[in-house]
């Protein structure tokens, strides 16, 4: 990676986020100029890992009409809401923002020539799986408004890549996870809804028990299986994916993962032995919508672009998580 970031202007919207904030402080390691746009409703400032920093709404057109004016050589793109069960309570929420504002922000990046486009997107948009792992192939069938967002995102693309000549990849990830070794950003969320903070919250003490959602699903030990993907090594494939935009390739899409699924309870039991605490689990009934197994195949940006994660293994994750959750 780096070959062709030097001095390459990139807007990073939603870079004071969780995934956001990672893939920036990498691409200013391989000379990349930096800018980030954030409305702070879900970034955290602290985590802004660039000096140019613009607070803002990306549907704010005269705000990203000013931007562009000044020269972009590519759009990163993070900033979503992503809490599934509030999609669902809230769904006009989640298409004001993911799908109206992300039209807004694309007409202004193609006014002013800037023809780059990189989507943090989901493998939410594949909704329940027929088969595992999940190809790009598989149907895509969302089974909340959050996934249908960001798939009409997707089909968006496609349309403006038709219309006006705009390149883009899209990047489908399920269950980041982890932070960045220095422990100087990591995972900030309020209210934190994912399982490995979560664990480790309550390992720390920070809050009384872990619920575990289900017991009886057609897995070895009843808990569902997740596929967790470092969040650096999702960096990494957005920077890969933007560098292979850069040498003329065409738009694409990816899934990202390990590959490798682990249960509910390994992560806890996992987080116990990282930790050396005890947790405490409280164990509820099943979630409605949890598929027992997600496990997202990463064949095609392995073999297309060389990607390979450096985090394979769950305790080397968590153990960044940990660092970083001591830190704070």
Known sequence: MGRRLEKLRVLVVGGAGYIGSHTVKLLRSQGARVTVLDDLS?????????DDFVEGDL?????????????????????????????????????HNNVGK????????????VERFIFSSTAAVYGEPEEVPITEEHPRRPKNPYGRSKLMVEQMLVD???????????LRYFNAAGADPSASIGES???????????LQAAAGKREAVKLYGTDYPTADGTCIRDYIHVNDLAAAHILALESLLDGNDSCAYNLGCGQGYSVRQVIETAK?????????????????????LVASSDKIRKELGWSPDYDDLEAIIETAWKWHNRR
């Open 42 to 50: 879900t970034g955290r400032r602290f985590l802004v890992q660039s």
């Open 59 to 95: 549907g704010d057109r005269r705000l990203t009409d000013r931007l562009f004016s000044s020269g972009f050589d590519a759009v990163m793109h993070f900033a979503a809401f992503s809490i599934v069960g509030e999609s669902v309570q809230l769904p006009l929420k989640y298409y």
């Open 102 to 113: 992300t039209a807004s922000l694309l007409e202004s990046m193609l006014g002013h020539d």
């Open 160 to 170: 403006a890549s038709d219309a006006h000549g705009m390149q883009y990849a899209v």
């Open 189 to 199: 969320h309020e209210p934190e809804t994912h399982l490995i903070p979560i664990v």
């Open 273 to 293: 032995a990282v930790t050396g605490k005890d947790i405490t689990v409280v164990e509820e009934q099943r979630r409605k919508g949890d598929p027992a197994v």
